[in-house]
């Protein structure tokens, strides 16, 4: 008994030294601190970034019992400065024996613990950690390795990579497009409970072994070969974690690098088998060679999906070849550095869906499928040619399929890519509810409402709403356009509705911007509503489809308030708006409802008038919201349409005061909310920290008091029976207080 007792203390202080270690600190060094020898080659270097340091070794030791069915709680950071807290369990993207080989090569998935809107996907190689999270409301940030020591590394937001890569090109082999596009809307989402795995062949050419062999500082050399081989797979191994992570959210798909693949990880040029990367329009002849030496090492019965990675300017895949005996490795994806989220998700993603039976979504003319041809422009998409096909949408693809391609891929997956390993992850499929199809006024800015449920505690519910429409058009998309997409995909929220255009381009006095443009003409408007439910085990979608038809006639606005004025509070005022036809046939709106705005058009909480009759006129007994930056809005109550006045005014009335003294870490999420958000700061005094919810008089509506708190408060906060509208929240801690506005829905 004493010996077991002293086994279980001696277990804690361990476990105690590390969890209480700090394996992340902040670093202020730059670029310019360190020699071009000391840092990793990076094709696409971020504008913006945090520098951390990192004790890898003790993460490694803290990690070393963590299973697929066991978890530990770690620390990563973010692009401000913060770290976060995961719950990780591996997720090994190779097979068991080839990570008994290389028992240093560990993939991991964490859910954050103060967010689990966030799902971290982190590999752990020789080099480096590398890591990807995906949040609910914020944009997806990368954690890399900054020097070649692992110790230097950078955050950094995706939207901060620069695309360097204008000449690539993907030269789809499209002898089934027929077959695969006639055939986007018979199963419609990924939703059946299963994490499908596919056994993956990845084959390195000699060129891009070489790559990262000197990336990592591996002498190339017969005695080295060992390290040689687990310097490239840690490579392979980083790539297909983050590629994962796209395709087990989007479709519930693992690709595991088979036990052997080993033997398919090239060092001679000369005896690889593969032809000269670097001459052009090489990616045609590479293709065969690959499924030759996939199936010479591999074997046919041993792999469902095969691919080469490699060091030439363009891709070429197989169009839903999976599973396809004599095409399964019929994939290839090259350029000029293989690292990186372009290389892993904008091309490297891009060509497997076509391996899936996925096709492009780009309607520009580059190498386009008009059959799915559903996104302005370059597309946004990892499906598009987002940065490489003028117009641009913007310089590298958003990370996640669009509704067509995950329609797509699944069609195939039932049918002839069906030879993946189920695995049941008792994970229920979400809904999705898009609304009712409505008619609309023509140039008239609109909201799409949508509706999404999950049975599973614990999954977060992200959501968007992506155009259908595949006619050929002129791009970027303009008024006159009475067919093809005219609005661009944007990444996954948390709220169900989207504003088109954004909110902030109407209030700003414009009806359009490049990708987000409404129509002048009389056309029908086709969006799907795509539920994702982020579960870390294996992702299940719900998809709904809705037609918004623009019917010629004027313009539905608000014809008040648009010069400079000022209301006094209690006072009665005349709001008025242009009809345009709107409560007549086929729109047939006969009630709106008119909302204010104190803070320039970022939200409009306080409701002056419900339901009333859609006839162009209302008085309202002015509120007292004291501002100069008010702004109207008179929204259809029986629609989605709604339109602003022109400009800010002023209100006399009480001003909340909101003297400010910033918490370092702050972070009030999710805003708006329905009455719960989490509050993250860093305390001055751990006694007491007091959050206190007041209405826009100033009245007390709640209070919530926490005390003897960590140096970290991290704590979500529920106020029970509000009404929607716009709150102040006060949090005060010792001498220092704050004050937040905060929207509840």
Not at 111 to 131: V, Y
Not at 242 to 261: A, F, T
Request: proline share 4%; aromatic share 8%.
């Amino acid at each position: 008994m004493k010996k077991t007792t002293l086994l279980l203390l001696v277990s804690f202080t361990v476990f105690s030294a590390f969890s209480q270690n700090k394996f992340w600190t902040s670093n202020l060094a730059d670029k310019t601190d360190f020699s071009e020898k000391e840092l990793y080659v990076r094709k696409s270097e971020p504008t913006e970034f945090k520098m951390y340091n990192l004790k890898l070794d003790q993460i490694q030791i803290m990690l070393s019992n963590v299973s697929s069915k066991s978890t530990q709680v770690i620390d990563l950071p973010t692009i401000n400065g913060k770290i976060e807290k995961f719950t990780v369990k591996e997720a090994s993207v190779i097979a068991p024996e080839l990570a008994a080989k290389y028992p240093m090569i560990k993939s991991y998935v964490g859910q954050g613990i103060s967010d689990p809107s966030m799902i971290a996907r982190f590999s752990i190689g020789t080099d480096g950690l590398h890591a990807v999270i995906y949040s609910g409301d914020k944009e997806t940030y990368y954690v890399d390795p900054y020097t070649r020591s692992n110790t230097n590394y950078i955050a950094y937001k995706r939207s901060s990579l620069e695309n360097n890569d204008l000449d690539y090109q993907c030269l789809v082999d499209d002898s089934q497009v027929s077959t695969l596009t006639n055939n986007t809307n018979v199963i419609e989402n990924a939703d059946d409970g299963n994490l499908r795995t596919y056994r993956l062949a990845l084959v390195s050419s000699a060129e891009y072994s070489e790559f990262h062999l000197e990336n990592q500082g591996v002498e190339n050399s017969l005695a080295n070969f060992p390290a040689m081989k687990a310097a490239v797979l840690s490579a392979m191994n980083t790539s297909m974690t983050r590629i994962n992570g796209v395709y087990e959210r989007d479709l519930g798909v693992r690709m595991v690098i088979v036990p052997d693949n080993d033997k398919i990880i090239f060092f001679q040029a000369s005896s690889d088998g593969i032809s000269d990367v670097n001459q052009p329009n090489i990616a045609s002849t590479i293709i065969g060679e690959v499924q030759t030496i996939a199936d010479r090492e591999i074997g046919d019965a041993n792999y469902d999906i095969g691919h080469i990675f490699t060091i030439n300017g363009s891709g070429l895949a197989g169009l839903g070849v999976v599973c396809v005996s004599g095409s399964k490795a019929r994939g290839v994806t090259g350029r000029a550095a293989p690292i990186g989220d372009p290389y892993d998700i904008d091309y490297v993603a891009h060509e497997m869906g076509h391996q899936f039976g996925a096709t492009h979504t780009q309607n520009n003319d580059c190498n386009r499928t008009d059959a799915t041809a559903v996104e302005p422009g370059s597309a946004s998409t990892i499906m598009g040619y987002a940065g490489i096909c003028a117009p641009n949408v913007q310089s590298n693809s958003d990370d996640h399929f669009h509704a067509v391609s995950i329609t797509q891929m699944w069609n195939n997956i039932q049918t002839s890519a069906n030879c993946g390993a189920l695995t049941a992850t008792n994970n229920a499929a979400p809904t999705a509810n898009a609304g009712a199809d409505y008619s609309i006024p023509r140039l008239t800015p609109f909201v799409l409402k949508g509706q999404g449920t999950d049975v599973n505690e614990g999954n977060v519910l992200t959501y968007n709403w992506e155009q259908l429409d595949t006619e050929i058009a002129t791009m970027p998309p303009s008024e006159t356009s009475n067919a093809g997409p005219t609005f661009r995909s944007i990444p996954s929220s948390t709220s169900p509705d989207r504003y088109m255009p954004a909110l902030a381009t109407v209030v700003g006095g414009s009806t359009s911007s490049t990708w987000e443009v409404l129509s002048a003409m009389n056309r029908d408007y086709n969006f799907a509503l795509v539920v994702r439910d982020n579960n870390p085990g294996g992702g299940s979608s719900a998809r709904d489809d809705v037609k918004i038809s623009s019917v010629f006639g004027n313009i539905f606005s608000v014809t008040s308030q648009n010069t400079t004025t000022t209301w006094d509070k209690e006072t009665t005022q005349t709001v008025t708006w242009e009809v345009a036809g709107s409560n007549q046939a086929p729109v047939n709106c006969l009630k709106v409802n008119i909302r204010l705005s104190i803070d320039g058009g970022v939200t409009f909480p306080i409701l002056l008038a419900s339901n009333t009759d859609n006839d162009g006129t209302e008085d309202i007994t002015v509120p007292d919201n004291g501002t100069t930056k008010a702004r109207i809005m008179v929204e259809a109550a029986d629609n989605i349409f709604y339109n602003v006045n022109a400009v800010e005014f002023t209100i006399n009335g009480a001003v909340a005061s909101t003297k400010d003294f910033a918490f370092d870490g702050f972070n009030l999420y999710p805003n708006p909310s329905k009455g719960t958000f989490n509050l993250n700061f860093d305390v001055v005094n751990t006694d007491k920290v007091s959050v206190q919810l007041f209405d826009l008089r100033g009245r007390l509506i709640n209070q919530k008091d926490f005390f003897n708190t960590k140096a970290n408060f991290s704590e979500q906060i529920t106020f029970n029976k509000t009404t929607s509208g716009l709150y102040l929240v006060k949090i005060t801690n010792g001498n220092k207080q704050t004050t937040r506005k905060l929207v509840i829905e």
